[in-house]
C-alpha cells in the first residue's frame, strides 16, 4: 500500500522522453513506484487530464528575507515551484556580522528593490554564522531552498568598510576562502558575484573590488564540494559578456565546476548579439568548460510609482536621485517647483517614446477612477497637456500614490526568446522571485512558459520545457534525487493541466510586512503540488499546513 | 577543442589593483601618445569610462576602474552588428 497514489495523469517525467499514462504511487516522501497502481494509495489524488511533471526548480531569487516570514515564498510553491535558489547576485542574509547589517540591507533595498520596513518590521536579527541563517529558515520551511553565499557577504565579513575600497590581501583571501567552507559545509549550493550592481550609495557592491586572485581563490573551495558559482555579468554588453564567459570557462575548467550567469535578454535589436554570446558559450562546453546561461521566460514589464525608487528612472539622473535620497514630501515639492518640474520634463525628453506608452494602472481618487487603464498618451490628450507632465501631476493629485506600467520593455519577440528557451545550454532562470516587489511580479514565469511558448504559440514542446524546469536544472546545480518522475527519487511534484495553465493577472497585495505591497499573481492551472511527497498547496483550497521542504545539498555531515 | 581554436573574440584584459587609463595606456599602447591612448582606451570601454565616479575622498577618487572589470584594448570587431 502507498501512502499515496496519483492517479491516472499524464507522466512528464523531466527527462524530455516522450509523456506516458501512468501511476506514481509515493511512499514516506519518495516516488516508489510508476505505474498501474490504481486502488493502492491509502490517499489518491485524481490527475485525469493532468499532467504529472517534477516540482520546477527556480534557480534565481532573491527570497532570503521573505523565508524569515513565508516558509512557502507565497505564491511561487503555488506555481508549482518546489525549490528555490535564494543568494544570487552577491548577495545573501549571511553569513553576517551585526554591525553590517545596515549595510546589507541597503544594498537588498536599492539593488533588489526590497523595502526597508520590511527588513524592520520582518527580520529578527538572531544569526550570524551561515548555519544559524539556514537553522531560522528550516523551522517552518514547506519549499526546498538551495541557498547561494552571496560573495559580497564574505567580503563585509573579513574586510569591513575595505570590502567596499581595494583589492583583498592574501591573508584576507585566506580567511574568505575559510569563511566561504564554513557555508558550504552547512548547506550552501554555491557562491554567487556580481559585476555590474550597486550599492546603495550608487557605488559598486564589495564583490566587483575582487581580483582575479580572489576570484580564483574562491573557486577553488567551491571546487572542494563541487559546487556552482554564479554570476551577473555586464548583460547590457554582448563583448563585455563574452569575455565573462571566458573567464567562466577558465575557473569552470581549472576547478571542474559548474559556472552560470544571469540574466541572458534578447531583443529585436541584439538578436545578433545574443548568437554570438550564445556561440562562444557552445565553444566553451566544446572545450569540456560548463557555462550555463540563464534566460527568464517573461517579458520584462515594470511597474512603478513615485513613492518608492524605480530602477525603470536609474539612466535618469534628476528623476532616480529625488526618489532613491528624497523623502515623500521632497518628492513632491520637486514636482511642484515649476523650474525643478521643468528640468525634469527636459531630461525625461529623450525616452519620448516610452512615456505616451505607459498605463496608469491604479490610483486612490475617485476623480482619476476613469483614467484607470488608459495610456498616457491618452490621458495627455485629454488634459491638453505631454504624457511627462501628466505622469507628474497624476502623481501629485494622488499624494504619489499613482501607480504606472511599462509594459513589453523587451525580452518580448516571441521567435527569439523561444530560440534561446531551446537552445540546449540555456536553462530557466532570472525570475528574481522576491525581489523588486514593487515594480513587477516575479511569480508565474514557469506558467508562461507552460501556457505561453508551450501551448499558445507551441515553440516549445511539453516534454522540453519541463526539462527545463526541473531535471535540467536540478542537475546543473547539484540538486540530489529532485527533477524527475523517477522510482527513487524524492516526491517532489506538480500536478499541472495543460489547458489552462498561465502565469496569471500581476495584482498588488499588502502582505509584506511593515504595511508594505507587493505585485503578484495567481497561478493558474496549477492543481496540485507535493514537496517530499507532502500535498503543499491544492487548487481550491490553498496551503497546507505541510512543511516538508529542506535544505539542499544540505549540511556535510561527518 | 583546445582553447588555440576558440574563434577570435575582442581582445581585453583584467587590469591590475590600482590600474588606472593611463597605467593600461603607457603599458599596452607604449608607441602612442598617452593622451591619444587614453581617449581612445576610454571610448573602447564606454562601459567603465561612463560610470558615476567614485565620489571624493576615496581611495578611487578619479579612477573608475574596478579589478573586476574587463577593459577592452579594441574597438568592436568587424562581426559585432548589434549591441546586447
Known amino acids: 500500500m502507498f501512502d499515496l497514489v496519483i492517479e491516472n495523469g499524464l507522466v512528464v517525467d523531466g527527462s524530455g522522453r516522450p509523456g506516458y499514462r501512468a501511476d506514481v504511487g509515493i511512499t514516506r516522501g519518495r516516488i516508489e513506484k510508476i505505474g498501474r497502481l490504481s486502488g493502492q494509495g491509502r490517499e489518491t489524488l485524481d490527475a485525469s487530464g493532468k499532467v504529472v511533471s517534477p516540482g ?125 567552507r564554513r557555508c558550504l559545509q552547512a548547506g550552501a549550493v554555491g557562491l554567487s558575484t556580481s559585476f555590474v550592481d550597486m550599492d546603495e550609495t550608487l557605488q559598486p557592491v564589495p564583490s566587483r573590488y575582487a581580483d582575479m586572485r580572489e576570484f580564483d581563490a574562491l573557486a577553488s573551495v567551491l571546487g572542494e564540494f563541487a559546487r556552482i558559482f554564479q554570476i551577473v555579468p555586464e548583460f547590457y554588453d554582448a563583448d563585455v559578456t563574452i569575455a565573462r564567459v571566458d573567464q567562466l570557462a577558465e575557473i569552470s575548467l581549472k576547478h571542474g565546476i559548474a559556472t552560470t550567469f544571469s540574466p541572458l535578454f534578447v531583443n529585436n535589436d541584439n538578436v545578433k548579439s545574443i548568437e554570438r554570446v550564445m556561440r562562444r558559450v557552445d565553444e566553451q562546453f566544446a572545450r569540456g568548460a560548463r557555462v550555463w546561461p540563464q534566460v527568464q521566460t517573461r517579458p520584462i514589464d515594470i511597474s512603478f510609482s513615485f513613492a518608492v525608487p524605480s530602477l525603470l528612472f536609474i539612466r535618469l539622473p534628476s528623476w532616480y536621485h529625488v526618489m532613491r535620497f528624497g523623502s515623500h514630501e521632497e518628492i513632491l515639492a520637486a514636482f511642484k517647483d515649476e523650474e525643478r518640474r521643468q528640468a525634469f520634463v527636459a531630461e525625461a525628453a529623450p525616452l519620448s517614446g516610452l512615456w505616451p506608452q505607459l498605463v496608469l494602472r491604479q490610483v486612490d481618487s475617485a476623480a482619476n477612477q476613469t483614467l484607470v487603464g488608459k495610456t498616457l498618451g491618452e490621458i495627455a490628450r485629454l488634459r491638453n497637456t505631454t504624457p511627462v507632465e501628466a505622469m507628474i501631476d497624476l502623481s501629485i493629485e494622488e499624494n504619489l500614490g499613482a501607480h504606472f506600467l511599462a509594459a513589453d520593455m523587451g525580452h518580448n519577440d516571441d521567435d527569439a526568446v523561444s530560440a534561446l528557451l531551446n537552445h540546449p545550454r540555456v536553462h530557466v532562470g532570472a525570475s528574481d522571485g522576491g525581489a523588486h516587489i514593487l515594480s513587477f511580479s516575479t511569480y508565474g514565469d514557469t506558467g508562461y512558459l507552460l501556457g505561453h511558448f508551450v501551448r499558445e504559440t507551441q515553440q516549445v514542446g511539453l516534454e522540453a520545457a519541463v526539462k527545463k524546469i526541473t531535471s535540467d536544472t536540478a542537475s546543473i546545480w547539484g540538486i540530489p534525487e529532485r527533477g524527475q518522475i523517477e522510482a527513487g527519487f524524492v516526491a517532489d511534484i506538480t500536478v499541472f493541466d495543460p489547458q489552462k495553465i498561465g502565469r496569471g493577472q500581476e495584482y498588488s497585495v499588502a502582505d509584506v510586512p511593515g504595511d508594505g505591497c507587493r505585485y503578484v499573481r495567481d497561478a493558474i492551472g496549477i492543481e496540485a503540488v507535493l514537496v517530499g511527497g507532502a500535498l503543499t498547496w491544492i487548487a481550491g483550497s490553498g496551503y497546507t499546513p505541510a512543511t516538508a521542504g529542506m535544505v539542499l545539498p544540505g549540511a556535510i555531515t561527518g | 577543442m583546445a582553447a588555440e581554436d576558440l574563434s577570435v573574440v575582442r581582445r581585453s584584459l583584467v587590469p591590475q589593483a590600482h590600474d588606472t587609463w593611463e597605467s593600461i595606456a603607457q603599458a599596452m599602447f607604449a608607441q602612442v601618445d598617452l593622451e591619444s591612448a587614453v581617449s581612445q582606451l576610454q571610448s573602447w570601454n564606454l562601459h567603465v569610462f561612463m560610470r558615476p565616479a567614485p565620489p571624493a575622498g576615496s581611495p578611487r577618487a578619479g579612477n573608475p576602474i574596478l579589478p573586476s572589470d574587463i577593459i577592452f584594448l579594441e574597438p568592436p570587431l568587424a562581426d559585432a552588428a548589434d549591441t546586447l
Open chain 1, 56 to 180: 520546477f526548480i527556480d534557480p534565481h531569487t532573491h527570497f532570503d528575507a521573505q523565508l524569515l516570514w513565508d516558509g512557502y515564498a507565497k505564491p511561487a510553491l503555488a506555481h508549482g515551484i518546489t525549490t528555490i535558489v535564494p543568494g544570487n547576485c552577491s548577495l545573501s542574509l549571511a553569513p553576517l556580522k551585526a554591525q553590517h547589517r545596515n549595510k546589507l540591507v541597503g544594498m537588498f533595498n536599492q539593488i533588489e528593490e526590497m523595502p526597508l520596513k520590511a527588513f524592520a518590521e520582518g527580520v529578527e536579527w538572531n544569526w550570524i554564522h551561515f548555519d544559524e541563517y539556514l537553522e531560522r529558515i528550516g523551522e517552518g520551511l514547506a519549499l526546498n531552498v538551495a541557498p547561494l553565499v552571496g560573495h559580497s557577504l564574505l567580503r563585509l565579513w573579513v574586510m569591513d568598510d575595505a570590502a567596499m575600497q581595494r583589492v583583498a590581501t592574501d591573508e584576507e583571501i585566506t580567511a574568505m576562502q575559510e569563511l566561504l
